[in-house]
């Protein structure tokens, strides 16, 4: 029986990518749709908020000469480009979803309303959110604890590369030190980098869980939910 109720997970463009070096990979949306459908099929609600760094990074706009602004909502729209190929590879695995955009794009998405949304939720589809916040100057983590909180999810659920959080870059330093769990106040004091720190903030201060973890393993997603301890629990 699932432990949570309703998750939040948060998939960076960048693992769209697969073995490529830019767009989207359909071995990969494939990977996602049918571990996300697991997850699904057990009665738990489930949020995704998906980064647009596979295609465009806002962060990285100055350096060619693309003013920040700018940049952040070409990135914005990056995320919707990935929201809506995560839609179709979930609806063509028979998963009931919604596109819901925090910038108006009617033809494509919803708008953003946070009670329809969770209504969504409550009867069992999967909402896909995109358009970060809706405002420049923050990232898709900020987008994912904020819309996490709104929708009183109850965990975090980012999906990474690595397998937890370690005492320093596991790729980079084979002395490092993976942590079970580690509290707010830990990763803060260790310097350890998570989400951006408005993003980790926000959930510190609404005690809102994070679980860390590798998304290229299938069996990750569903043992989480399921209640197996798999990567790192930041509570």
């Known amino acids: 029986m699932a432990i949570y109720k309703r998750v939040l997970l948060k998939l960076s463009g960048e693992s769209l990518m697969g073995s490529n070096g830019y767009g989207i990979s359909p071995d990969m949306l494939f990977h996602y749709a049918n571990q996300i459908k697991g997850v699904a099929g057990e009665g738990v609600e489930t949020a995704i908020v998906i980064g647009g760094g596979n295609i465009y990074r806002g962060l990285n706009a100055s350096s060619s000469g693309i003013e920040r602004v700018q940049g952040d909502y070409m990135g914005m729209l990056a995320t919707a480009i990935n929201g809506m190929a995560l839609q179709s590879a979930l609806e063509s695995v028979g998963v009931f979803t919604r596109l819901i955009s925090a910038i108006k794009m009617d033809q494509i998405a919803e708008p953003y309303i946070r009670r329809r949304a969770i209504r969504h939720l409550e009867k069992g589809r999967v909402v896909i959110f995109c358009g970060g ?103």
């Open 133 to 235: 916040t809706g405002s420049p100057y923050f990232t898709t983590d900020s987008a994912a604890a904020l819309r996490a909180n709104e929708i009183n999810a109850n965990v975090i659920l980012k999906g990474t590369r690595v397998d937890g959080v370690y005492s320093a870059d596991p790729e980079k330093d084979k002395n490092a030190v993976k942590f079970d769990q580690i509290s707010f106040s830990e990763v803060i004091s260790k310097g350890l980098n998570i989400m951006d720190m408005t993003a980790f903030t926000l959930c510190r201060e609404n005690n809102l869980p994070i679980v860390v973890f590798n998304i290229n393993d299938p069996d990750n997603l569903k043992n989480i939910v399921m209640g197996h301890k798999v990567g790192t629990l930041i509570k």
